[in-house]
């Protein structure tokens, strides 16, 4: 079983940045390949970008290549570096680990979530 829980969340203004950390209890942690996924207020759950077990293979949603970058170390945590932040991009944000091999953006694909932290960015 994992934990997870995120930080790094806050207020930012557009074109700001922020890294986002996701911090993982359990000794199988490297077993796990890891996502981050985000909500806005009246809106569903979508994916935001995933890495794989070992750290060398990412996928991200289209609409934050190129600005995020997500990676994991042998401390059991998940970074998710945010940078030319947009209004948009306002959301809470969660990371959730999943047994499957393959990079999944499906939310089903993830068995265990954190809690989440909320990113604002002002216009």
């Known amino acids: 079983q994992v934990q997870l829980v995120e930080s790094g969340g806050g207020l930012v203004q557009a074109g700001g940045s922020l890294r986002l950390s996701c911090a993982a209890s359990g000794r199988t942690f490297n077993t796990y390949t890891m996502g981050w996924f985000r909500q806005a207020p009246g809106k569903e759950r979508e994916f935001v970008a995933a890495?794989?077990?070992?750290?060398?293979?990412t996928t991200y949603a289209d609409s934050v290549k190129g600005r995020f970058t997500i990676s994991r170390d042998n401390a059991k945590t998940v970074y998710l570096q945010m940078n030319s932040l947009k209004p948009e991009d306002t959301a809470v944000y969660s990371c959730?680990?999943?047994?499957?091999?393959?990079?999944?953006?499906?939310?089903?694909?993830?068995?265990?979530w954190g809690q989440g932290t909320q990113v604002t960015v002002s216009s």
């Open positions: 959730a680990a999943s047994s499957d091999i393959s990079l999944r953006v499906e939310l089903t694909s993830y068995r265990y």
């Open positions: 890495i794989s077990r070992g750290g060398g293979r």
